[in-house]
């Protein structure tokens, strides 16, 4: 059974950074791309980093390209979200999600984990 | 990037009822658009890929149709666990976007 669980959300400051985590259990996750995904309060899913499976390539919406950078350590079957300078619009739940097509980044998520917590405020 | 556009906002609705969502973008996707279920609290659940496809597990009542543009998510026979948020989301252009939701609430 496929499942994921996200860790490290918190209240940081404006400027400050938290690293995200999220383990996988259920598949390897250096077979499949890794997406996170936020909902700001009161508002809908927005993407925010992939990961692809095979050459490692990374992406990033606008809104958080240059201070956000996702990896993965294989050894641990998880995948990570370092943010940098943030920001108190990335005040959210960050999920973290597994892409469908095995070595494809096919971009259809068809698991999530339940999500963590990110406040941004002083 | 391509717009997504649901409606209606919300909606009530009683145990039992059929209901209709729907979802428009902004250029045609061919049929690269999902379907996912959101409670509060919870973990989303991807429902339908491929617009009409059913995700392993997900019950019969649910269904989707549509190519191109516009897209119908339909639940027959409404249950109380369906009771939830649901967005589209399309996946035929980078970046992913997703639809602004239905809110889908007890009458």
């Known amino acids: 059974e496929v499942q994921l669980s996200e860790s490290g959300g918190g209240l940081v400051q404006p400027g400050g950074s938290l690293r995200l985590s999220c383990t996988a259990s259920?598949?390897?996750?250096?077979?499949?791309?890794m997406i996170w995904v936020r909902q700001a309060p009161g508002r809908g899913l927005e993407w925010v980093s992939a990961?692809?499976?095979?050459?490692?390539?990374?992406f990033y919406a606008d809104s958080v390209k240059g201070r956000f950078t996702i990896s993965r350590d294989d050894s641990k079957n998880t995948v990570y979200l370092q943010m940098n300078s943030l920001r108190a619009d990335d005040t959210a739940i960050y999920y973290c999600?597994?892409?469908?097509?095995?070595?494809?980044?096919?971009?259809?998520?068809?698991?999530w984990g339940q999500g963590t917590q990110v406040t941004v405020s002083s | 990037d391509i717009q997504m556009t649901q409606s209606p906002a919300s909606l009530s609705a009683s145990v039992g009822d059929r209901v209709t969502i729907t979802c428009r973008a902004s250029?045609?996707?061919?049929?690269?658009l999902a379907w996912i279920q959101h409670k509060p609290g919870m973990a989303p659940r991807s429902l339908i890929f491929?617009?009409?496809s059913l995700q392993s597990g997900v019950p019969s009542r649910f269904s989707g149709s549509g190519s191109g543009t516009d897209f119908t998510l339909t639940i027959t026979s409404l249950q109380p666990e369906d009771f939830a948020t649901y967005y589209c989301?399309?996946?035929?252009?980078?970046?992913?976007?997703f639809g602004q939701g239905t809110r889908l609430e007890i009458k």
């Open positions: 259920g598949f390897t996750v250096d077979t499949y791309a």
């Open positions: 999600a597994k892409d469908r097509t095995r070595r494809f980044l096919e971009w259809y998520f068809d698991s």
């Open positions: 250029q045609g996707i061919a049929n690269y």
């Open positions: 990961l692809s499976p095979t050459r490692g390539t990374t």
């Open positions: 491929a617009a009409s």
């Open positions: 989301q399309q996946y035929s252009a980078y970046p992913p976007t």
